[in-house]
């Protein structure tokens, strides 16, 4: 059974208000870096992998895609994206990302934001893209980063006045699940290393284009104080690269 924490309705009530459900993708804090990374879409057939409240596929079809996929786990995270979506060149699909099945050299774009530590065999989720990719097709995703995942806290280490010390990383190099927390307890992800990731692309038949750990753009530091913290660590791992 796949993990589906966002119909859960503790959890996506603390997801709604999240600044990222909020304002979208201006309340992201990676997304001043994701954006660049982009390729051009006008005209391109684009999947969207865990695609939520449907804010990047909305962001395709502004960038001119032609066509547009967004597939979900969770039924109350689509019905957010089909209430904000009025496109018929945007279609949506309920089910796990691992179950995905479609056309060989189907897509120009597949893309996906902050779902991938959530699945367990992300070796063979690659190996399923570059098939139904077109040759040069992008695949562009973002995960937490694995200095975050590593540790089943995920949190930072305080003194006796709550002020936060460090961030320590362990047990980095045993790979597997984390049942941590986030907006809830009893959350599952799944902790690979920044080589994993790159070798699963790379064995997929993948060439790496772009890696990048974005830090809190200067507008983010200066609406959010708190995320001054985030430039002591990497929070994100964006990679682009090419079938």
């Not at 597939?71 to 979506?85: G, H, N, P, Y």
């Amino acid at each position: 059974m796949k993990q589906n924490k966002y119909d859960e309705a503790r959890f996506f009530s603390a997801y709604e208000k999240m600044p990222r459900s909020t304002k979208g993708l201006e309340g992201a804090g990676e997304w001043h870096i994701l954006r660049k990374m982009i390729p051009d879409l006008r005209n391109k057939s684009v999947l969207d992998l865990g695609c939520g409240y449907g804010w990047h596929c909305r962001y395709a079809r502004e960038q001119q895609a032609s066509s547009v996929i967004g597939v979900d786990i969770s039924e109350k995270m689509l019905q957010k994206a089909r209430e904000m979506t009025d496109d018929a060149a945007i279609t949506y699909l309920q089910l796990p990302v691992e179950d995905i099945d479609f056309s060989d050299s189907q897509f120009d774009v597949i893309f996906s934001s902050l779902a991938f530590h959530y699945i367990k065999s992300f070796d063979q989720l690659c190996q399923k893209v570059y098939r139904y990719l077109k040759p040069g097709g992008c695949f562009l995703f973002s995960v937490e980063h694995p200095i975050f995942t590593s540790r089943e806290e995920q949190d930072w280490f305080y003194d006796e006045h709550g002020n936060r010390v460090h961030w320590a990383v362990d047990h980095y190099q045993e790979e597997g699940a984390r049942k941590t927390t986030f907006l809830t307890e009893n959350v599952v992800k799944y902790h690979r290393t920044v080589s994993t990731y790159m070798n699963n692309l790379i064995h997929a038949g993948f060439i790496i284009k772009e890696v990048n750990e974005p830090i809190p753009s200067d507008e983010m530091l200066k609406h959010y104080p708190e995320a001054k913290d985030e430039l002591r660590r990497p929070m994100f791992l964006i990679i682009s690269s090419q079938k």
